[in-house]
Every structure is written in C-alpha cells, then in structure tokens.
C-alpha cells in the first residue's frame, strides 16, 4: 500500500482500459429486457458458497496461507470470539478455535445472529495483506469469526445457484464496506469531500498503512460510512460540515435516463424513512443515488426513480417493471452481520425472485443477486489488482434467467462494475469509468440461444 504501488495500480488499471477493444454486444443479448439486481450485504463468497461443488471454494483453500498476527506470526489458535456489546467472549462459541476455516452452523444457526466484524476501507487491504489474505483476523474486532463459514446448501439461494449461474470468481468493487460499495455499483467511482473536517480523516504511515482510521482519506475522498447533504439521513447527523457533498459525477441513472431507458431504485423502509421514521433498521448509507445532484431532493428523477420496496411487487404483478432495477432490502432482511439473520434475507430475496418467475415479466429477464461486500469475512482467493480503490474480498453472485447457462460455475473474472458493464453493452451506453470500461459483462453466464417458453 504504498505510494508507489498505488500510482502503479492506477497507471496499470488506465492501461488496460485504454488497450482493451470496445466489447461489441454478444448476439442475443437484446433478449433481456429487464436487469434486475438484488444487493444483499456482507458475505464473503467462502463464507457462504465455501461448500457449493465445481466452484473455488473450501477444499481449494486448503493451501491457502494460515491466519497470522500483525507481525506476521501464525496463530497457534485463533483469537477469541468477543460478544460485540459485553466485550466478553461469546459463549456460543468455543473458547479455542483451531487457525483453519469452521462452520458457523454448529454454534449460530442461519436463523439466529451473530456479531458484526469490521469491514473498512484500510483494514481491508491490510487484511488482504497483497494477496495472501492471512491477516483477516489481525486486522478485526471480532476475532476467529472470520474464518466461519456456513453450509447454506439448505437455503434457497443455494437451489438457486445449482439450478442457474453460479459467478465463483467475482469480487467487490472497492475495498471496504458498504457505502464505497454502493457507490461503486452505481457510478464506479470514490465520492469526493475535497473539504471533508480534519477529525474525520484517516492518517497514513510514509508506506500508506493506517495510523488513524477515518471516513475520508488523506487526499478527500470518502470510503468509510458518510450520509447525505440530502434526505433521508440519520436524526442524529445534525452536523452538516460532516455530511457528504452532493455529488456530481456520473452514474449508471444518468446514463440510462439520457438514452431514455426507464430504471428504478427500490428499497426495504424507504418510504417510511423519507417521512422520517425508521422501520425495519432502514440503512442510510445504502441509498447511493440520494448522494447525487441528479437525483437530489426535490428533483424530478428523485420522485420518479427512488421508490420503495412496496412499489416494487406492485410493479412486478402489473407488469410494469422498469428495463433496470436495483432492490435493496432492508436493514432486517439483507444478510448483515450483528442485525440481520442469512436465512431473512434469503427469504426475502426468494420472495421477488418467485414474484418475478411466476410473471410474463420472466421470459425476457435477468436477476444478479450479489452481495456489497464481504463483511469483514475472510476468504481465501487473491483479489486481482486494478487501482487504488480495489477489487477487494470475493463475494457471491448469481445469475437467475430463462437465458441463464444451467448449473453453470462460471469461473470468468469479474467484479460489482461488471453489473455495470452488463447494463452498458445490453443498452449501448458509454462508460462511467476505467474499471466498468475494462471489466467483462457478465455474458458469460448466459446462453441466447436457449428457447424459452
């Protein structure tokens, strides 16, 4: 994490962005007429995908390097598993866990909780550690949970992925958490706060490790959570100097707005939360178009595009779905560690994804079901290297489509700006950035010449 390596990674990432061919839309691709993406949160692909068959999971993390401190020095057992409020270790959990990957299920059943796991823009890198992702518990809060995995092959997700695409190679966009993440599904971009207050920047060592953590970094650009200059944002975010500024760059909505292609954001709780009320943990920093000028409060495209989830199933049963869809679940129904259970998001996820199979919507759809980011979850593939704000951890994705390959591992490299890059070659769209512009479409998982009935 140098300074040198970052200027390296970037000149690299521009690059091969400026040397890669314009991608010409595969035959067939204009079969999908709608593209809908349900964004779940904070999993790791070994955390939850670890078991599936054919994909690059547990049994290939085998040899994968052992957890070691920050000096570099092999656990002999991992650290202990702390309850996150008493700061004692959680008694559902053995007192010593052996430094190699565990199932979660024998002590948190998928229907309970557990602990959150920290999962920030420095501590992520620090724990990728340059690709041997052997400091994942070095760099937490939550001890030896990150080496927990669960067997999901019971949920609906796993069915899911058995019956369509399986995407075993796909990273999150940006290291860190949810609201870079966010970000970059949208506009493949870090969000600049040029003037962003002293006491909530980080501070770096001369080689760019963390000294002090901090939502903005040295240079004014925000990576850990920030809310909006506009609503909805937390009662308790009174100081306007520490809210973010309306952004300008643009977005995946302003592309597909100017060629005149209709899209929606939907999400769990936004309605209640626009009136002021938060139900169902409604998450504010999962709302990246709030965070644009574009879309800001007042506008015409906030009213028209920013919806909540009711307007979604309202959508999908009269067969009025936008050609692009982004859905959020709520806080208590999207997967996140410490509030959320897997087997509620799973749930729910099922819930669009049967509403949309049972409907004349389906013939001509494509669902991708991914998660934001890992969630402090270690797993054990290298992310590739592309520029100074990631790839970072693996994650899952699915693809779900009448066009979709059949129990199908689709081992191609992608990361979240290939959801992007799928948007742009199916509607012709330019891209935001170097990453989208270099990043492969996710056409991969698809096969245009299936029929569909």
Same mark, same amino acid.
């Given at each position: ?230 609503? #909805? ?162 994650? #899952? ?33 330019? #891209? ?22």
């Amino acid at each position: 994490m140098t300074t040198k390596f970052l200027a390296a990674t970037v000149a690299f990432a521009a690059l091969f962005a400026a040397s890669a061919p314009a991608q010409a839309a595969p035959a067939g691709v204009e079969k999908i007429n709608h593209i809908v993406v349900i964004y779940l949160e904070n999993r790791s692909f070994d955390n939850l995908f670890g078991l599936f068959p054919g994909a690059n999971g547990l049994e290939q993390a085998k040899t994968a390097p052992v957890q070691v401190d920050r000096g570099g020095k092999p656990y002999v057992v991992l650290p202990p598993i702390l309850d996150e409020q008493t700061k004692q270790p959680d008694p559902r959990f053995p007192a010593e866990l052996a430094n190699r990957p565990f199932d979660v299920g024998q002590y948190v059943k998928l229907t309970e909780k557990h602990r959150d796991l920290v999962h920030r823009f420095y501590q992520n890198q620090e724990q990728i550690n340059g690709g041997r992702n052997d400091k994942y518990a070095a760099w937490s809060d939550a001890g030896g949970l990150v080496l927990g995995y669960y067997d999901t092959s019971g949920t609906l997700m796993w069915r899911l992925a058995k019956e369509f695409t399986l995407a075993d190679n796909f990273y999150q966009a940006a290291f860190g958490g949810s609201f870079l993440n966010h970000f970059w599904l949208i506009c493949a971009c870090t969000p600049e706060f040029k003037d962003a207050p002293e006491a909530i920047r980080a501070k770096l060592d001369t080689d760019g490790h963390l000294v002090k953590d901090g939502a903005v970094t040295p240079d004014g650009y925000a990576v850990n959570t920030t809310f909006s200059f506009y609503p #909805p944002y937390p009662a308790t975010s009174t100081d306007l100097a520490r809210r973010l500024p309306p952004q300008t760059l643009p977005n995946i909505g302003d592309r597909l707005t100017e060629k005149k292609v209709s899209w929606a954001w939907y999400s769990g709780g936004y309605a209640a939360a626009q009136a002021g009320r938060n139900e169902g943990n409604f998450q504010y920093h999962h709302q990246p178009f709030v965070y644009f000028a574009s879309t800001g409060e007042g506008t015409k495209a906030k009213a028209e595009h920013l919806k909540d989830e009711a307007d979604l199933f309202k959508a999908v049963s009269h067969g009025t779905l936008e050609r692009v869809v982004f859905y959020k679940p709520v806080g208590d129904e999207n997967q996140h560690p410490g509030y959320a259970d897997v087997a509620s998001g799973d749930a729910k996820a099922g819930k669009l994804i049967e509403a949309i199979r049972t409907s004349p919507l389906w013939k001509d759809t494509a669902i991708i079901v991914t998660y934001d980011e890992n969630g402090g979850f270690w797993d054990h593939a290298a992310p590739p290297k592309a520029d100074r704000w990631g790839p970072g951890t693996r994650i #899952p994705a699915i693809v779900i489509s009448p066009y979709a390959k059949r129990g199908f591992v689709d081992h191609t490299p992608y990361d979240t700006t290939s959801i992007l890059k799928l948007i742009e070659t199916r509607h012709g769209l330019k #891209p935001l950035g170097t990453r989208d512009a270099a990043a492969n479409d996710l056409t991969n998982a698809f096969d245009f010449t299936a029929s569909v009935k």
